[in-house]
């Protein structure tokens, strides 16, 4: 990163603007070859924005950008991909219907006398894939896999398209330790070979393990770039957030919990879920841990009764429930989070408030509309509490950023004040603001008496507001963490116990 | 209250706009367009007859607008109309008095609704394709009813509903304009209109925030295919008699085309039956042209064509964008009001980016 | 075995001639097999080849349009299975037929025309017109041969003409514009290409106040059962007979052809009767009630 | 190994074949190279705008233009024809640049002004239709010598089946749509769109440049499907193939082709096509159906077929087994 080298690319008086909103206000972003460049803010900031400008996804409203230094103006992602930028955007962009090597290769299939090689394509395919550890057969549909192998093939096409700039938008968000490791062993030789590559994500423990700079983004403004060899972590939270995050008290909790609320007894489903056994108290949070694909969602999804169980009984305060759909849960006054807030959580063209009513509206019925007054009462006050960003209650809630809309999703439960809640990876894109916020919110849910169920791929925060933890491997209940044996070591273990044997 | 009325005014606006333009059209060709007497008890004019004769396209917009909203589409609202009139003729035949006819005829396009509610929501066909069944099996299940003939009837009640006029305002117009009324009210008034929306959306997200959305789909093409048996007893009560071979032939289309002049999205999601119900006049309007231009009818669908595409393209997102930019950046051309000057920045730099 | 193509099922008068074409084979004791082709020549050629492939003794077909029959008629030919047309002659070469049933459409039309010159016996007339769908040849043709019937009569005049696509409701809808347009005291005679849409207009000339038979003069062709009864009740004035029964003539000329090898002439022509207010139409009401139209 | 995703497609055949048989057993006289040369020649501008159709709905979208178009082309080639001493080769150039120009024009209209295809197509429709009234309301026969030439080139098989040059243009026409789809990168790219044309802009896919080929070539193909009509009748007509979009669309949805997009074959159109020639043949070796009877029974055929495929594919998706993915480190 010496300064006489020059940038491969340098975005001046970047802006972009949206109706009611500043997305963007005279953003200025340089990249050196050779380096590894975060982008940070909190949710909203205008991150997302900022690369999608860069890229030709969004027109920008004004500012220059040059590559190498020419001046570009892509305008539609296409041209960028032609002058070697390579870009994974935040929610996986892939086509689901076609297969993982067309996914890898659209718009530059390998052809043969001018018509595409299906054959040589999928032999790459496997070739490049198995650079990620990833073996999978790559004329299947794409659909077929699971989120993260999905981001992971992302990943893959973008660095094939990238000669000079690759850009990663929160690739680790729905990724496991492993697989983590596996991006981070490919970005270290691409910066070998020069690329410059930016690195958006929400933890910061990534960002000082493999980026050199980061600049950083508050309400659409750089606050400040940073070496990141030369400042600290609370340097740079407090950049993000304009103010210094309040050390919490890792007290563990108490064990106060009430009486028990909810039993399962041999619930499961036939080649989705094992038949577990399962007892919630009040004022209890249970968390679910394990590897990708362990059956976390599954659990969430069969408790709530998105996808029925057919075999096992579930209690409620002692009488037996029937858990066949949402609805039934609801009316049991169950919520659920889900994981995949794009296509099971938001209801993009509603505003925001309509949102954040709409599960409790569904409860009251059909005919029974909630009175304005309250309606904007409750949104209100949720956005206040929840810190939601947003320009008003009336956008579109598709127009949120990720963290805001997960925030909004959570305000849609709360306020159907349930008995219990499933949260199914609560703080996935969420900021390390806001994802204090949460961890302090659900403890204040547990001592208010909720029960909660949480499943997360973050380990600390399970650790954090968890008294209990169950482990969960090959969808099958693996053990259970009680009170002092709760710690990221032991839940790892946990998890790994069962790796071992599977290798065996 | 005032305040919801101002927002469907916001709403329906540029189709308010479309009508004024197309009814200036009319007066172009036809200067006497907008009078009006009173004559043989019953109000006679050419804007009676375009709300009257966009009877039946209305009723079918008001379901059919629901049905869109859901991201579906209903293309057997046609055929349904056949079947329905088909019903009430035979029924009147054997001797039934007017009310059992409607009420039977109702019905039947209620369980038509059903029919195709159920494949579309719990078999999960979709849409265009689980209609298109009935569409093509249904006017034959008319023909079935009147044996392919004009089942003629000449009961006063019946014919009344399609012929007939209140204090000297056509049935037809007072039925389209009630039903219309009912169904907004019921869906805006209660939480229905935004649930609809919801599942059309995102049906996923709708069915995990608890909506129960399988029933909802099939209530919404019930209302449908009830809109179009209602439109069916009108069609055949103004000619006393039930024509299933031609009765609602090809309406589907111009239902759809009302709905979507009415701007609501094919693609599901926010709608105005207000609006749709515009869209229908619009389209009556287009047809009132062509009739009173006198001109040969070969050049019938090429003017209505035209038209429409004019009007389509006025619409057209892109378009509305263009025109709201040009709006704004010729404010903060002119004086230098707060407004103008505080969106100037805004429309400027959209415009140097392209 | 005799395969029966018929155009479909648009209207009154198309039922009527399916109902009487199925008597008149079964009282001949022959098995006809049937194929509604649903107003498309495609349907109609797929029919005839499959009647082919059935190897059927003859066929009987009623063409959607005078036009493309040339290469299946071939077919049929070197089969040796005899083609009869009903109610419209195609463009072919004559030899790929045995025999032609119909109606003349332009003298259809041109007998409506001469019907109202003499009504009108040199009196100043506005005339409007109601045209069949646009494009099929029955609304071309009678239009054509009414334009001929009151050629050379210059007090006849027609002011308006637009279609109403053969169906009530359209003739209703289209005459109520032209009351509108012309103002109904400008208007003394309708002509309407078939008897539906003079049905509808009879209605849209009530409403409007007016007396359809006496202040407007209405003619219309096809003679259902509906404009008898409304001529019963002097509310229409004059309409030409076009008879569903082209099979019965047809099926003779088949049958002396297949017994004793006489060839039909290539055109047998049905009758174009007019019946005017002078019939007992009520009697014409009955008898033609139960013939399905 | 059968891929999942071809699992419709096997379906189709499966269903036709097994159609076709028991047809044949109730009526032997189906199993010649008559029906079967009939099922080709009759339906072959029927399966030429079924391939342009399945482009287009494999894009997630709809043109139902189509029947118009044909009606259009074969009105104007006729008028052209009488009124001019053209070629009738140049006249089918011409034809042909025009309808694709028309194609391209609403694609252009359904990319850049965002509306919908659906009702873009529909003015499409009028539009067109609308033209051909303009050209002539009546039937124009065509005599030109060079017809007849392409009117006799045809194989009799022995069985009685004639084998003509239409169907074979059809044959042709899958062919390279199943090639061009398949095998190239527009075709990909149609894929890309259907299966969604956000994410589709954000992959790098030329959206406007898809969309205008795809709605040019479905013009396009109904033009030439215009043309074999016009061969096939040797007329033009401008009330000919009233709704033959929604045949079409039949077609391709039978052949397992999803209407919501980027999900199906060519191929499965053809047998899409057979299916649906082989109700209608039928029904006319049956003759007792009546009018209104018939229009039922294709309803219900119709509605039959799509449950069948719904049932098989619910059966196939329910097993589907979640593939291991992440080998260990
Ligand atoms: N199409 C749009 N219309 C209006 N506002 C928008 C639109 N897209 C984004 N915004 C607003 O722009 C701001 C920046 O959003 P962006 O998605 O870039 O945030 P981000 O930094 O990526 O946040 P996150 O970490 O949550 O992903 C947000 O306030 C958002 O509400
Ligand atoms: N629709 C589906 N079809 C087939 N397999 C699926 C489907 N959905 C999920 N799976 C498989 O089920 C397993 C569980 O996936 P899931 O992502 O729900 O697990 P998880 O433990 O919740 O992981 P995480 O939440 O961290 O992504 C995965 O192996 C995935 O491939
Ligand atoms: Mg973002
Ligand atoms: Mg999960």
């Known amino acids: 990163m010496s300064e006489d080298t020059r940038p491969v690319l340098s975005a001046t008086g970047i802006s972009k603007f949206f109706p009611g909103a500043i997305a963007l206000d005279s953003v200025d972003l340089t990249l050196y070859p050779g380096e590894v460049h975060a982008l940070l803010g909190e949710n909203g900031a205008g991150k997302s924005t900022l690369i999608k400008c860069l890229t030709g996804a969004y027109r920008r409203d004004a500012g220059s ?125 691409l910066k070998e070979r020069g690329l410059a590559i930016v690195f958006i994500t929400h933890f910061l423990d990534q960002v000082f393990e493999i980026c050199d700079r980061a600049t950083v983004l508050r309400n659409g403004r750089v606050v400040g770039t940073r070496e990141l060899a030369h400042s600290s972590q609370t340097d740079v939270v407090h950049l993000m957030l304009g103010r210094q995050l309040e050390s919490r008290v890792q007290d563990r909790a108490p064990q106060t919990a009430g009486k028990t609320l909810l039993e399962f007894k041999g619930i499961g489903r036939k080649g989705m879920l094992e038949p577990f056994d399962l007892a919630i108290r009040e004022g209890e949070v249970v968390g679910l841990a394990g590897l990708l694909g362990s059956g976390r969602t599954e659990t969430a999804n069969l408790i709530f009764g998105a996808v029925p169980a057919d075999q096992g009984e579930a209690w409620l305060r002692d009488q037996k429930i029937a858990l066949t759909s949402p609805r039934d849960a609801i009316r049991h006054r169950f919520g659920l989070c889900p994981e995949d807030r794009k296509t099971d959580g938001i209801v993009g063209d509603l505003s925001v408030r309509e949102n954040i009513i709409l599960a409790l509206q569904a409860r009251q019925g059909w005919f029974r509309p909630l009175n304005k007054a309250k309606v904007n009462e409750l949104a209100e006050a949720y956005v206040k509490a929840l810190d939601i960003r947003l320009a008003s209650l009336d956008m579109p809630i598709r127009f949120l950023s990720g963290g805001n809309q997960q925030k909004a999703l959570l305000a849609r439960w709360l306020a159907t004040n349930p008995d219990f809640l499933i949260l199914d990876e609560p703080t996935r894109g969420i900021d390390v603001g806001a994802h204090a916020e949460i961890i302090a919110l659900i403890e204040g849910l547990r001592e208010k008496g909720m029960a909660l169920l949480v499943a997360s791929s973050e380990l600390e925060e399970l650790v954090a507001y968890s008294t209990r933890v169950v482990v969960l491997r090959d969808r099958r209940q693996v053990c259970e963490l009680h009170g002092e044996d709760i710690s990221t070591r032991n839940i790892v273990a946990a998890i790994a116990q069962g790796h071992l044997e599977e290798v065996a | 209250m005032t305040h919801g009325l101002q927002a469907t005014l916001r709403r329906v606006a540029p189709q308010l706009m479309i009508l004024a333009a197309v009814l200036l059209l009319n007066v172009i060709v036809f200067p006497d367009f907008f009078r009006i007497e009173f004559q043989n008890g019953r109000l006679f004019g050419n804007l009676v007859d375009v709300f009257n004769r966009g009877a039946p396209t209305a009723l079918l917009c008001i379901g059919m607008t629901l049905v869109i909203a859901t991201r579906g589409i209903d293309l057997s609202v046609g055929a349904v109309m056949a079947i329905a009139g088909a019903t009430a003729a035979s029924l009147v035949a054997d001797g039934s008095g007017w009310v059992t006819a409607l009420l039977g005829a109702l019905a039947v396009g209620v369980l038509c609704g059903l029919w195709n509610g159920v494949l579309v929501a719990v078999l999960r066909i979709q849409p265009i394709v689980a209609t298109l069944v009935l569409m093509v099996a249904g006017r034959g299940i008319a023909q079935l009813i009147t044996e392919g003939t004009i089942l003629t009837f000449v009961n006063p009640g019946l014919i009344h509903l399609g012929a007939g006029t209140v204090l000297g305002v056509p049935t037809p117009i007072l039925i389209w304009i009630g039903l219309g009324a009912l169904i907004t009210l019921g869906v805006r008034r209660t939480a229905l209109g935004m649930l609809v929306e919801a599942i059309g959306i995102n049906e996923s997200s709708s069915r995990l925030a608890g909506i129960n959305s399988r029933v909802l789909l099939i209530c919404v093409y019930l209302v449908t295919g009830f809109c179009a048996a209602l439109a069916g007893v009108i069609v055949a009560a103004d000619i006393k008699g039930a024509d299933a071979n031609n009765a609602g032939l090809w309406l589907e289309l111009d239902a759809i085309l009302a709905v979507v002049i009415g701007g609501n999205s094919l693609l599901g999601g926010r709608f105005s039956i207000v609006a749709s119900l515009i869209g229908a006049l619009i389209i009556q309007s287009v047809n009132s042209v062509i009739l009173l231009s006198g001109l040969p009818p070969e050049f019938n669908l090429v003017i209505k064509a035209l038209i429409i595409i004019a009007i389509l393209v006025i619409q057209s997102p892109t378009v509305k964008h263009a025109l709201y930019i040009l709006r704004a950046s010729a404010e903060s051309a002119g004086v230098d009001t707060p407004a103008a000057s505080a969106s100037a920045p805004l429309a400027k730099s959209t415009e140097t980016a392209r | 075995t005799i395969g029966f193509s018929q155009i479909g099922s648009e209207s009154g008068w198309r039922a009527a001639e399916t109902t009487v074409t199925k008597q008149e084979a079964e009282k001949r004791g022959i098995d006809l097999k049937f194929a509604d082709a649903q107003q498309k020549q495609e349907n109609q050629i797929k029919a005839i080849r499959s009647f082919i492939a059935q190897d059927v003794d003859a066929i009987l077909l009623a063409p959607v349009v005078a036009t493309g029959w040339d290469e299946v008629l071939e077919e049929a030919k070197d089969a040796e299975i005899p083609v009869l047309l009903l109610d419209r002659t195609v463009d072919a070469s004559e030899d790929l037929y045995l025999t032609a049933v119909t109606s003349d459409l332009v003298h259809e039309g041109e007998v409506a025309g001469k019907w109202l010159v003499e009504e009108m016996a040199g009196k100043p007339c506005n005339v409007v017109e109601l045209q069949g769908t646009t494009g099929s040849s029955p609304a071309i043709d009678r239009k054509k041969g009414f334009e001929q019937g009151i050629a050379g009569h210059d007090n006849l005049k027609i002011i308006r003409s637009q279609t109403g696509d053969f169906t009530r409701s359209q003739g209703k809808v289209v005459m109520e514009s032209f009351l509108k347009a012309e103002g109904g005291a400008n208007i003394c005679a309708l002509y309407a290409h078939n008897d539906d849409m003079a049905v509808g207009a009879i209605q849209a000339i009530k409403e409007a106040g007016l007396k359809p038979g006496q202040d407007i003069k209405i003619v219309s062709i096809d003679s259902v059962p509906d404009i008898h009864l409304a001529m019963a009740a002097g509310e229409a004035n004059a309409t030409i007979e076009l008879t569903p029964n082209m099979a019965g003539p047809a099926l003779d000329a088949l049958e002396a052809y297949l017994s004793s090898g006489t060839t039909p002439p290539k055109w047998i022509q049905t009758e174009s009767r007019l019946y005017t207010l002078k019939d007992d139409n009520q009697a014409v009401y009955e008898a033609k009630k139960g013939l399905g139209y | 190994m059968i891929r999942s995703t071809h699992l419709p497609l096997v379906v189709t055949i499966l269903t036709f074949l097994a159609a076709f048989v028991l047809c044949s057993g109730q009526y032997p006289a189906m199993m010649s190279t008559r029906v079967v040369a009939n099922l080709l020649t009759d339906n072959a501008f029927l399966g030429i705008v079924a391939v342009g159709m399945t482009f287009v709905i494999l894009s997630g979208g709809i043109d139902l233009s189509v029947g118009s178009v044909i009606a259009f082309t074969g009105v104007f080639l006729a008028v052209i024809l009488r009124d001019t001493s053209i070629h009738p080769l140049a006249a089918f150039a011409l034809v042909l640049a025009m309808t694709i120009a028309f194609g391209a024009a609403m694609g252009a209209i359904i990319h850049y002004l965002d509306m919908p295809a659906f009702i873009v197509t529909l003015a499409g429709m009028f539009l067109a239709r609308g033209l051909a009234y303009v050209l002539s309301t009546d039937s124009v026969p065509i005599t030109h010598e060079f017809y007849d030439v392409l009117q006799s080139l045809y194989w009799k098989a022995p069985g009685g089946g004639r084998f003509r040059l239409t169907g074979m243009v059809m044959l042709a026409t899958f062919i390279i749509g199943m090639v061009v789809a398949h095998r190239t990168r ?144």
């Open chain 1, 65 to 189: 950008i040059q590559l190498d230094g020419e001046e570009i103006s892509p305008t539609s992602t296409q041209e960028s991909q032609v002058h070697g930028i390579g870009t994974v955007y935040q929610e996986v962009n892939l086509l689901p219907n076609l297969s993982v090597a067309e996914n890898l290769f659209l718009g530059r299939q390998p052809l043969r006398f001018g018509f595409v090689s299906q054959r040589r394509m999928q032999r790459e395919a496997r070739r490049i894939l198995g650079g990620y550890g990833l073996r999978i057969h790559p004329a299947e549909p794409l659909s077929t896999f699971s989120v993260a192998v999905q981001q992971v093939v992302a990943i893959a096409r973008a660095v094939e398209l990238s000669g000079k700039v690759l850009i990663l938008d929160e690739p680790t968000a729905s990724l496991d330790r492993d697989e983590v490791e596996m991006l981070f062993k490919v970005i270290r030789q």
């Open chain 4, 186 to 329: 527009f075709g990909q790219n149609v894929y890309a769109l259907g299966g969604g044309a956000q994410t589709a802009r954000l992959m790098g896919v030329p959206l406007a440049s898809t969309t205008i080929g795809i709605y040019a070539l479905s013009g396009g193909l109904a033009g030439l499907a215009g043309i074999v009509f016009s061969l096939y009748t040797s007329a033009g007509y401008s009330l000919a193939t009233v709704g033959v979009e929604l045949d079409a669309i039949a077609a391709v949805v039978i052949g397992g082709t999803l209407l919501s997009g980027g999900s199906g074959f060519v191929a499965g159109t053809f047998f899409g096509i057979l299916i649906m020639g082989l109700i209608q043949t039928y029904i006319v070796f049956d003759g007792t159906l009546s009018s209104w009877w018939t229009k039922i029974v294709i309803g219900g055929l119709l509605f039959a077929f799509i449950l069948l495929q719904k049932g098989l594919t619910w059966a196939t998706t329910a097993r589907r087994k979640p593939l291991i993915d992440f080998a260990a480190p």
